[in-house]
């Protein structure tokens, strides 16, 4: 079983930057598919980004184009988000989820198709 723990989150101002880690622990990253979520006040868990488990395919969702870039280091075991030009809007919680599968450029985008979650990071932008 593998374990996510988040970081990084923090109360930022709106137009700064801010980098998210998660790590992981128990197996390879190279055995999951790897997303980022993040669930604003008020509102159902969103899909932010995801990786597939090659790592040579990222999708992310049209409000964070331009913005936000994953990235992993398979040294570390560790994924990043890095979010730049941060916007009220972008206030939430941040999970990290892993999916394990065998397909290697599949990109899961829904939240029930992920089966381990880290327990989240509060990102708060304010102006």
């Known amino acids: 079983q593998v374990q996510l723990v988040e970081s990084g989150g923090r109360l930022v101002q709106a137009g700064e930057s801010l980098r998210l880690s998660c790590a992981v622990s128990g197996r390879t990253l190279s055995s999951y598919a790897l997303a980022w979520f993040r669930q604003p006040p008020g509102k159902d868990r969103e899909f932010v980004t995801a990786?597939?488990?090659?790592?040579?395919?990222?999708d992310y969702a049209d409000s964070v184009k331009g913005r936000f870039t994953a990235a992993r280091d398979s040294v570390k075991n560790t994924v990043y988000l890095q979010i730049n030009n941060l916007k009220p809007e972008d206030t939430a919680v941040y999970y990290c989820?892993?999916?394990?599968?065998?397909?290697?450029?599949?990109?899961?985008?829904?939240?029930?198709?992920?089966?381990?979650w880290g327990q989240g990071t509060q990102v708060t932008v304010f102006t």
């Open positions: 990786t597939s488990r090659s790592g040579t395919s990222t």
């Open positions: 989820a892993a999916k394990a599968i065998g397909r290697l450029y599949y990109i899961p985008r829904q939240t029930s198709e992920y089966g381990d």
